[in-house]
Protein backbone atom coordinates (compact mmCIF):
# COMPACT_ATOMS: atom_id res chain seq x y z
CA UNK A 1 0.00 0.00 0.00
CA UNK A 2 0.92 3.06 -0.80
CA UNK A 3 0.26 6.93 -0.28
CA UNK A 4 1.08 10.14 -2.35
CA UNK A 5 0.46 13.61 -2.39
CA UNK A 6 0.90 17.44 -1.76
CA UNK A 7 1.83 18.26 1.71
CA UNK A 8 -0.02 20.91 4.40
CA UNK A 9 2.55 21.81 6.75
CA UNK A 10 1.75 22.43 10.60
CA UNK A 11 3.92 22.53 14.02
CA UNK A 12 3.12 21.32 16.99
CA UNK A 13 -0.02 20.65 19.37
CA UNK A 14 -2.36 20.56 16.50
CA UNK A 15 -4.83 19.79 18.95
CA UNK A 16 -8.64 18.24 17.80
CA UNK A 17 -10.24 21.26 18.27
CA UNK A 18 -8.34 23.11 15.37
CA UNK A 19 -8.89 19.59 13.28
CA UNK A 20 -12.19 19.92 13.72
CA UNK A 21 -13.79 22.87 15.77
CA UNK A 22 -16.18 21.84 18.66
CA UNK A 23 -18.61 24.16 17.17
CA UNK A 24 -19.55 21.79 14.11
CA UNK A 25 -19.04 18.67 16.39
CA UNK A 26 -23.17 18.70 16.58
CA UNK A 27 -22.84 16.13 12.85
CA UNK A 28 -21.06 12.88 12.85
CA UNK A 29 -21.54 13.41 9.12
CA UNK A 30 -18.06 12.78 7.52
CA UNK A 31 -18.89 15.12 4.47
CA UNK A 32 -20.24 17.84 6.64
CA UNK A 33 -16.87 17.27 9.09
CA UNK A 34 -14.76 17.60 5.91
CA UNK A 35 -15.83 20.69 4.81
CA UNK A 36 -14.17 22.34 8.44
CA UNK A 37 -11.52 20.27 8.58
CA UNK A 38 -8.79 22.48 9.58
CA UNK A 39 -10.38 26.03 9.38
CA UNK A 40 -9.32 27.33 12.56
CA UNK A 41 -5.54 27.05 11.60
CA UNK A 42 -5.46 27.12 7.61
CA UNK A 43 -8.90 29.13 6.25
CA UNK A 44 -7.90 27.38 2.81
CA UNK A 45 -7.22 23.52 3.64
CA UNK A 46 -10.93 22.92 2.62
CA UNK A 47 -10.51 24.68 -0.86
CA UNK A 48 -6.86 23.35 -1.68
CA UNK A 49 -6.80 19.76 -0.21
CA UNK A 50 -7.16 17.16 -3.33
CA UNK A 51 -7.98 13.67 -2.56
CA UNK A 52 -4.56 11.88 -1.49
CA UNK A 53 -3.16 14.69 -0.01
CA UNK A 54 -0.60 14.38 2.97
CA UNK A 55 -0.44 16.33 6.10
CA UNK A 56 3.11 17.03 7.76
CA UNK A 57 3.31 18.21 11.36
CA UNK A 58 5.61 18.40 14.38
CA UNK A 59 5.05 16.89 17.59
CA UNK A 60 1.95 15.43 19.98
CA UNK A 61 -0.52 15.82 16.25
CA UNK A 62 -4.19 15.00 17.71
CA UNK A 63 -3.85 16.45 21.29
CA UNK A 64 -7.12 16.92 23.08
CA UNK A 65 -10.30 15.87 23.41
CA UNK A 66 -10.51 11.71 22.44
CA UNK A 67 -13.25 12.41 19.40
CA UNK A 68 -13.30 10.49 16.48
CA UNK A 69 -14.83 13.21 14.96
CA UNK A 70 -10.71 14.61 14.06
CA UNK A 71 -8.97 11.63 12.26
CA UNK A 72 -13.33 11.48 10.34
CA UNK A 73 -12.78 15.02 9.39
CA UNK A 74 -9.16 14.52 8.09
CA UNK A 75 -9.88 11.47 6.11
CA UNK A 76 -13.54 12.30 4.50
CA UNK A 77 -11.35 16.01 3.40
CA UNK A 78 -9.05 13.53 1.11
CA UNK A 79 -5.95 13.15 3.31
CA UNK A 80 -3.80 9.66 2.18
CA UNK A 81 -1.90 9.76 5.31
CA UNK A 82 -0.29 12.44 8.04
CA UNK A 83 3.11 12.39 8.82
CA UNK A 84 4.03 13.65 12.24
CA UNK A 85 6.84 13.89 14.70
CA UNK A 86 4.74 12.44 17.56
CA UNK A 87 1.05 11.72 18.13
CA UNK A 88 -1.53 12.12 20.92
CA UNK A 89 -1.95 8.70 21.72
CA UNK A 90 -5.64 8.74 21.53
CA UNK A 91 -5.39 10.44 18.50
CA UNK A 92 -3.19 7.34 17.03
CA UNK A 93 -5.55 4.66 18.13
CA UNK A 94 -8.69 6.87 16.53
CA UNK A 95 -7.17 7.34 13.20
CA UNK A 96 -6.29 3.17 12.79
CA UNK A 97 -9.96 2.37 13.77
CA UNK A 98 -11.05 4.52 11.35
CA UNK A 99 -8.79 3.42 8.34
CA UNK A 100 -6.61 6.82 8.38
CA UNK A 101 -2.93 5.98 7.80
CA UNK A 102 -0.42 7.78 9.97
CA UNK A 103 3.01 7.51 10.46
CA UNK A 104 5.74 8.84 13.30
CA UNK A 105 8.90 9.72 11.72
CA UNK A 106 10.31 12.99 13.33
CA UNK A 107 13.25 12.98 10.25
CA UNK A 108 10.45 13.61 7.84
CA UNK A 109 8.64 16.13 9.73
CA UNK A 110 11.74 18.24 10.16
CA UNK A 111 12.61 17.17 6.36
CA UNK A 112 9.36 17.69 4.56
CA UNK A 113 7.71 21.45 3.92
CA UNK A 114 4.60 22.62 2.33
CA UNK A 115 3.57 22.12 -0.93
CA UNK A 116 6.32 18.86 -1.60
CA UNK A 117 5.28 16.17 -3.23
CA UNK A 118 5.45 12.91 -0.73
CA UNK A 119 5.35 9.05 -1.30
CA UNK A 120 4.46 7.02 1.41
CA UNK A 121 5.21 2.74 0.97
CA UNK A 122 3.21 1.62 4.51
CA UNK A 123 5.36 -1.78 3.79
CA UNK A 124 8.37 -0.50 4.01
CA UNK A 125 7.62 2.72 6.20
CA UNK A 126 9.75 4.60 3.22
CA UNK A 127 8.45 8.19 3.13
CA UNK A 128 10.02 9.82 -0.30
CA UNK A 129 10.08 13.47 -0.62
CA UNK A 130 10.08 13.49 -4.64
CA UNK A 131 10.81 17.43 -4.39
CA UNK A 132 13.62 17.14 -2.75
CA UNK A 133 14.98 14.18 -3.60
CA UNK A 134 15.25 12.73 0.17
CA UNK A 135 14.26 9.59 1.87
CA UNK A 136 13.10 8.99 5.22
CA UNK A 137 12.96 5.39 7.46
CA UNK A 138 9.19 5.71 9.17
CA UNK A 139 7.74 2.84 10.94
CA UNK A 140 6.33 0.23 8.67
CA UNK A 141 2.68 -0.82 9.39
CA UNK A 142 2.59 -4.19 10.59
CA UNK A 143 0.04 -6.25 8.02
CA UNK A 144 -3.17 -6.32 10.60
CA UNK A 145 -2.85 -2.60 10.26
CA UNK A 146 -2.70 -2.34 6.85
CA UNK A 147 -5.67 -4.60 6.87
CA UNK A 148 -7.40 -2.65 8.92
CA UNK A 149 -6.76 0.47 6.64
CA UNK A 150 -7.77 -1.31 3.63
CA UNK A 151 -10.93 -2.02 5.13
CA UNK A 152 -11.44 1.60 5.68
CA UNK A 153 -11.43 1.44 9.28
CA UNK A 154 -12.13 -1.86 12.33
CA UNK A 155 -15.54 -2.16 12.32
CA UNK A 156 -15.51 -3.23 8.51
CA UNK A 157 -12.21 -5.01 9.05
CA UNK A 158 -14.22 -7.05 11.97
CA UNK A 159 -17.33 -7.14 9.88
CA UNK A 160 -15.37 -8.46 6.93
CA UNK A 161 -16.89 -6.07 4.74
CA UNK A 162 -14.37 -4.65 2.76
Known sequence: MKAS???FKYGDNVDTDVIIPARYLNSSDPAELA???MEDIDRD???KVKKGDIIVA???FG???SREHAPIAIKAAGVSCVIAETFARIFYRNAINIGLPIVECPE???GIQ???EVEVDFDSGIITNKTRGTSFQGQAFPEFMQKIIKAE???NYINGQK
Open 5 to 7: GSV
Open 35 to 37: EHC
Open 45 to 47: FVK
Open 58 to 60: DKN
Open 63 to 65: CGS
Open 108 to 110: AAK
Open 114 to 116: AGD
Open 153 to 155: GLV
